[in-house]
């Protein structure tokens, strides 16, 4: 089955980032992500499948519980993807704000952009 730019929004935010196991994340990221896919974050760009594994296990191990929630739903026109997201502790207000927007190709995400639109000032 090929996912919708939208569909690959959601599995992106939900079963990637705000996946504990790592096995499992790693099937998500291997089932919905071209090998080569380029990942583009404020600070730096992950390039192919196996710097994307180590970036988001880092993710999840900075912020253990804390969470992805969507920011509304996902949207999709042809060949991109866009889901907002917010980000902070499980049950408590986000700390984060952002929106993830991807190219997809074939039913995979092969460039994501991850922009961050609010987040605490150091």
Do not use: C
């Amino acid at each position: 089955m090929t996912r919708s730019p939208a569909d690959l929004m959601r599995v992106n935010l939900l079963e990637v980032f705000n996946e504990p196991d790592p096995v499992r994340r790693a099937a998500v990221i291997a089932e919905n992500y071209a090998e080569d896919v380029v990942w583009h974050e404020p600070d730096r760009v992950n390039h192919g499948r196996t710097e994307f594994v180590r970036r988001a296990a880092e993710l999840l191990a900075e912020t253990p519980d804390w969470a992805f929630r969507p920011a509304g739903p996902a949207s999709g026109l042809d060949d991109i993807g866009h889901l907002g997201f917010e980000f902070g502790p499980v049950g408590r207000p986000p700390v984060v704000t952002g929106m993830d927007i991807a190219r997809t190709d074939n039913g995979v995400i092969v460039e994501l952009y991850t922009i961050v639109t609010e987040a605490p000032q150091p």
